[in-house]
């Protein structure tokens, strides 16, 4: 069973910076893609990134302000948040168990608990 885990979150103003990383328990990342989303208050769940081989793909919302990346020698891949403003605030979830890029959540397999990042002065 492969087992994912988010750190990173936390507060931060607008405009300011976070990096989240997931880590996996196995090597997942050399042949799936890495997701990640995010969940506000009273919404459904938001395709934010994702990252298969060498293409990376974003959502309109966080595109020019969020940079997915791996290391596959960490099992780890994470999402560099920039230019953060209050719509960012949400639980953050990354996800793997695909080797199809999507934003959608639906074919990821494996997914951490999440953890919360709160845009707010």
């Known amino acids: 069973q492969v087992q994912v885990e988010e750190s990173g979150g936390g507060l931060v103003q607008p405009g300011g910076s976070l990096r989240l990383s997931c880590a996996a328990s196995?090597?997942?990342?050399?042949?799936?893609?890495g997701g990640w989303f995010r969940q506000a208050p009273g919404k459904g769940r938001e395709g934010v990134a994702c990252i298969s081989g060498g293409n990376t793909y974003y959502a309109d919302s966080v595109k020019g302000r969020f940079t997915i990346s791996r290391d596959n020698a960490k099992n780890t891949v994470y999402l560099q948040m920039n230019t953060l403003k209050p719509e960012d605030t949400a639980v953050y979830y990354c996800?793997?168990?695909?080797?199809?890029?999507?934003?959608?959540?639906?074919?990821?397999?494996?997914w951490g608990q999440g953890t919360q990042v709160t845009v707010s002065s």
């Open positions: 996800a793997t168990g695909t080797p199809w890029a999507s934003l959608n959540p639906g074919p990821y397999g494996y």
């Open positions: 196995t090597n997942i990342y050399s042949f799936y893609s």
